[in-house]
Nanobody, 127 residues
Framework: QVQLVDSGGTLVQPGGSLRLSCTAP????????IGWFRQAPGKGREPVSC????????YYVESVKGRFTISRDDVENTAYLQMDNLKLEDTGIYYC????????????????????WGNGTLVTVSS
């Protein structure tokens, strides 16, 4: 089973920045949309952002718009989530995920629609 590899999570102060990475050894990610979900303590897994593979159109959940930027480097077979101006409520485990489709949107980038998952990387925003 294909497994994504996500990394980059750590402890950061409010207002700080982090960059998460996601890659898939042995899988050509350029044919799939890709993005991140997050799970805060005691809560369910929610979509955060995704990027299409065809036209690079992006989707962001309202709470991260203007602070997070998703990108992809298909030569490096890697996707990135740049997180700036981090807030306490951004704390959680961030999971890279991809559907078997080049497309994603607010209506399709949902937990049940993902086919590949990373193991998760912990982001803790705390002073």
């Amino acid at each position: 089973q294909v497994q994504l590899v996500d990394s980059g999570g750590t402890l950061v102060q409010p207002g700080g920045s982090l960059r998460l990475s996601c890659t898939a050894p042995g899988v050509n990610l350029r044919q799939y949309a890709i993005g991140w979900f997050r799970q805060a303590p005691g809560k369910g897994r929610e979509p955060v952002s995704c990027i299409r593979s065809t036209d690079l159109v992006t989707y962001y959940v309202e709470s991260v718009k203007g602070r997070f930027t998703i990108s992809r480097d298909d030569v490096e077979n890697t996707a990135y989530l740049q997180m700036d101006n981090l807030k306490l409520e951004d704390t959680g485990i961030y999971y890279c995920a991809a559907p078997l489709s080049p497309y994603c949107s607010a209506s399709t980038f949902v937990y049940s629609g993902m086919d590949y998952w990373g193991n998760g990387t912990l982001v803790t925003v705390s002073s």
